[in-house]
């Protein structure tokens, strides 16, 4: 990359430092959202399913609250002989962490940063485990009777979908499924182990010990992930902080009053007319039913923004699957030149700054400031307020929450979300708004759509940083090991792909997302975006990609009972 004004502001983002609130460098613990249109003019408490320690400890804990470390490692294994591949489950159940683990930890890691004031305590680590398997792993340890009832896009897995999904028809493209690392036609693996961990040492040694007891696999491939360096911690190679937007999962963890999975910082019922009260956990958390991410729980309505299905769903799963998971895994390759090189094209087509530019690819500044309330330039401040942050919708003005007393916090004091209906601010295209459009209506006539499309993304970076390196290397293999979690992959994480980031038109005409969205049609991979600008939109082609699906894998993650009840060695031969 030789443009000056890009490594001008390459090097602008590389070194920017992150934002303290309150002396704490915030992580955000959750919330990807939506401030949903108009809400339902009397709105009704639901109960919502209470997660006592028995059921906690019996689902796995990237699922629900995530495992959120610096360092992770991905193992990819196929299975050679069922009898010992169910030994070797049982081996590694009691290794599995549970969300009970990792909940105490998250809740203990909160309050000791903010006692200490100090973005990581000192001396709090924490190492974990959990697994996944594909349908094919599940019929060798259970039996194809046993896994009959999984749904189809999990039964024909990744490599299968994958042009539906918009990868590469063309097997002369890198991206086509025959060149995958791993999870390709021939070499698609039975199980997934993901290890985290706070300490690199420690993530080294439970890999060391998990493989010196995995003899009887095949080990297909293996992924190191970290996140970047310095000032880049938490961003992706593009430069933009990742994971700024979750979904909070409703659920309480006792019957006390204020015992919820998901922390509730907005005052619920203070204006019992103002159901926005009842729909976040903090301002733009939008908390979503359980059913949406685990097996057998009450789903999210299609038609109450609050509420829960009226009707129970019709199981497309086994019943010991219960509160189990579907992983989709991909592992995509990022050409950062590439991206920024055409960030620098088009902004001086259109008139503005090659990091507006980007910022309008995204939605957000490379801080995680988002566009709909920074619209011309960055806001390092806003992007470090978890409370601010995340709290906007597009279509409407945005309103404030009530919230409760937050100890150092001054309230949220930064510029307003206005309404933004036809993408001036935030481009309709923008990767932020095609995969969460929030309160607008979406090409299925609703604004509650949204909420049914929701996933638990659970991604890390792999590779050696491009921004600020001293000399980096252009053809080093970088990007981001995508996990996520949701109990639909076709309704879900395929919905988000095929009907919204991969059309020009859907959830609302701008273009296709720029950074994930993909179109093949008959081997043209030519994408549009509409830039707006004062003298109005102005279209550009994109006709290369950025982000390169190279291997991973649809699995589920089961119940922890599962592994000895079912699927390990005490299920006995299948």
Same mark, same amino acid.
């Given at each position: 990359?030789?443009?000056?004004?890009?490594?001008?502001?390459?090097?602008?983002?590389?070194?920017?430092?992150?934002?303290?609130?309150?002396?704490?460098?915030?992580?955000?613990?959750? #919330?990807?959202?939506?401030?949903?249109?108009?809400?339902?003019?009397?709105?009704?408490?639901?109960?919502?399913?209470?997660?006592?320690?028995?059921?906690?400890?019996?689902?796995?804990?990237?699922?629900?609250?995530?495992?959120?470390?610096?360092?992770?490692?991905?193992?990819?294994?196929?299975?050679?002989?069922?009898?010992?591949?169910?030994?070797?489950?049982?081996?590694?159940?009691?290794?599995?962490?549970?969300?009970?683990?990792?909940?105490? @930890?998250?809740?203990?890691?909160?309050?000791?940063?903010?006692?200490?004031?100090?973005?990581?305590?000192?001396?709090?680590?924490?190492?974990?485990?959990?697994?996944?398997?594909?349908?094919?792993?599940?019929?060798?340890?259970?039996?194809?009777?046993?896994?009959?009832?999984?749904?189809?896009?999990?039964?024909?897995?990744?490599?299968?979908?994958?042009?539906?999904?918009?990868?590469?028809?063309?097997?002369?493209?890198?991206?086509?499924?025959?060149?995958?690392?791993?999870?390709?036609?021939?070499?698609?693996?039975?199980?997934?182990?993901?290890?985290?961990?706070?300490?690199?040492?420690?993530?080294?040694?439970?890999?060391?010990?998990?493989?010196?007891?995995?003899?009887?696999?095949?080990?297909?491939?293996?992924?190191?992930?970290?996140?970047?360096?310095?000032?880049?911690?938490?961003?992706?190679? @593009?430069?933009?902080?990742?994971?700024?937007?979750?979904?909070?999962?409703?659920?309480?963890?006792?019957?006390?009053?204020?015992?919820?999975?998901?922390?509730?910082?907005?005052?619920?019922?203070?204006?019992?007319?103002?159901?926005?009260?009842?729909?976040?956990?903090?301002?733009?958390?939008?908390?979503?039913?359980?059913?949406?991410?685990?097996?057998?729980?009450?789903?999210?309505?299609?038609?109450?923004?609050?509420?829960?299905?009226?009707?129970?769903?019709?199981?497309?799963?086994?019943?010991?699957?219960?509160?189990?998971?579907?992983?989709?895994?991909?592992?995509?390759?990022?050409?950062?030149?590439?991206?920024?090189?055409?960030?620098?094209?088009?902004?001086?087509?259109?008139?503005?700054?090659?990091?507006?530019?980007?910022?309008?690819?995204? #939605?957000?500044?490379?801080?995680?400031?988002?566009?709909?309330?920074?619209?011309?330039?960055?806001?390092?401040?806003?992007?470090?307020?978890?409370?601010?942050?995340?709290?906007?919708?597009?279509?409407?003005?945005?309103?404030?929450?009530?919230?409760?007393?937050?100890?150092?916090?001054?309230?949220?004091?930064?510029?307003?979300?206005?309404?933004?209906?036809? #993408?001036?601010?935030?481009?309709?295209?923008?990767?932020?708004?095609?995969?969460?459009?929030?309160?607008?209506?979406?090409?299925?006539?609703?604004?509650?759509?949204?909420?049914?499309?929701?996933?638990?993304?659970?991604?890390?970076?792999?590779?050696?940083?491009?921004?600020?390196?001293?000399?980096?290397?252009?053809?080093?293999?970088? #990007?981001?090991?995508?996990?996520?979690?949701?109990?639909?992959?076709?309704?879900?994480?395929?919905?988000?792909?095929?009907?919204?980031?991969?059309?020009?038109?859907?959830?609302?005409?701008?273009?296709?997302?720029?950074?994930?969205?993909?179109?093949?049609?008959?081997?043209?991979?030519?994408?549009?975006?509409?830039?707006?600008?004062?003298?109005?939109?102005?279209?550009?082609?994109?006709?290369?990609?950025?982000?390169?699906?190279?291997?991973?894998?649809?699995?589920?993650?089961?119940?922890?009972?599962?592994?000895?009840?079912?699927?390990?060695?005490?299920?006995?031969?299948?």
């Amino acid at each position: 990359m030789t443009e000056p004004v890009v490594e001008e502001t390459l090097t602008r983002i590389a070194s920017a430092q992150p934002v303290l609130l309150n002396g704490v460098d915030v992580d955000n613990l959750g #919330g990807d959202p939506g401030n949903p249109g108009e809400p339902p003019p009397e709105p009704v408490e639901t109960p919502e399913p209470v997660y006592d320690r028995t059921i906690r400890r019996d689902i796995q804990g990237n699922i629900v609250p995530g495992f959120n470390k610096d360092h992770q490692h991905f193992l990819f294994y196929r299975f050679r002989d069922s009898g010992a591949a169910r030994r070797w489950v049982t081996t590694i159940a009691p290794m599995v962490t549970s969300l009970d683990e990792v909940l105490e @930890f998250v809740k203990l890691h909160r309050a000791r940063r903010l006692a200490e004031g100090v973005a990581e305590p000192s001396g709090l680590t924490a190492t974990w485990v959990n697994v996944a398997f594909s349908h094919a792993g599940l019929a060798r340890l259970a039996g194809a009777a046993a896994v009959a009832g999984f749904e189809q896009s999990f039964r024909q897995g990744l490599a299968a979908r994958s042009t539906h999904l918009g990868d590469p028809t063309s097997t002369e493209h890198p991206g086509h499924r025959d060149h995958w690392v791993v999870g390709g036609p021939d070499d698609e693996a039975d199980a997934l182990i993901v290890i985290a961990a706070d300490d690199g040492a420690d993530l080294e040694a439970k890999v060391a010990a998990i493989k010196g007891l995995s003899g009887a696999l095949d080990l297909l491939f293996e992924q190191d992930g970290h996140a970047l360096p310095g000032a880049l911690r938490g961003h992706e190679h @593009f430069g933009f902080k990742d994971g700024v937007s979750q979904p909070g999962v409703r659920g309480r963890l006792s019957e006390a009053d204020d015992d919820f999975l998901t922390p509730r910082y907005v005052i619920p019922f203070e204006n019992p007319s103002d159901a926005r009260t009842q729909l976040f956990g903090k301002p733009g958390q939008q908390l979503v039913w359980p059913g949406q991410f685990l097996l057998g729980e009450p789903r999210q309505s299609p038609v109450d923004l609050i509420g829960a299905e009226s009707l129970p769903e019709r199981p497309t799963y086994p019943q010991w699957a219960r509160r189990g998971s579907y992983l989709v895994c991909r592992r995509l390759r990022q050409d950062v030149p590439a991206f920024w090189r055409f960030a620098a094209r088009t902004a001086a087509r259109v008139g503005t700054t090659p990091e507006h530019l980007a910022a309008m690819l995204v #939605g957000r500044w490379p801080s995680g400031a988002p566009l709909m309330r920074a619209a011309t330039k960055d806001n390092q401040r806003l992007a470090g307020d978890e409370f601010a942050n995340n709290h906007f919708i597009f279509d409407d003005d945005t309103r404030d929450l009530p919230l409760r007393d937050i100890p150092g916090y001054a309230g949220d004091n930064h510029p307003p979300a206005d309404a933004d209906m036809f #993408g001036t601010a935030c481009p309709q295209f923008a990767h932020i708004r095609k995969t969460h459009p929030r309160d607008s209506v979406t090409d299925l006539g609703k604004p509650h759509d949204s909420m049914l499309r929701m996933i638990l993304r659970r991604g890390i970076a792999y590779g050696t940083a491009y921004l600020g390196a001293a000399h980096p290397d252009p053809h080093t293999d970088r #990007g981001l090991m995508f996990l996520c979690y949701n109990a639909n992959i076709e309704d879900q994480f395929e919905f988000l792909t095929r009907r919204w980031c991969n059309s020009p038109i859907q959830p609302n005409e701008g273009g296709h997302d720029p950074v994930i969205g993909q179109r093949d049609a008959r081997g043209d991979r030519t994408r549009v975006i509409d830039v707006p600008t004062s003298d109005g939109p102005v279209r550009v082609s994109l006709d290369r990609d950025w982000v390169i699906p190279t291997g991973g894998g649809y699995f589920f993650s089961p119940p922890i009972g599962a592994l000895t009840t079912v699927l390990g060695d005490a299920a006995g031969e299948p």
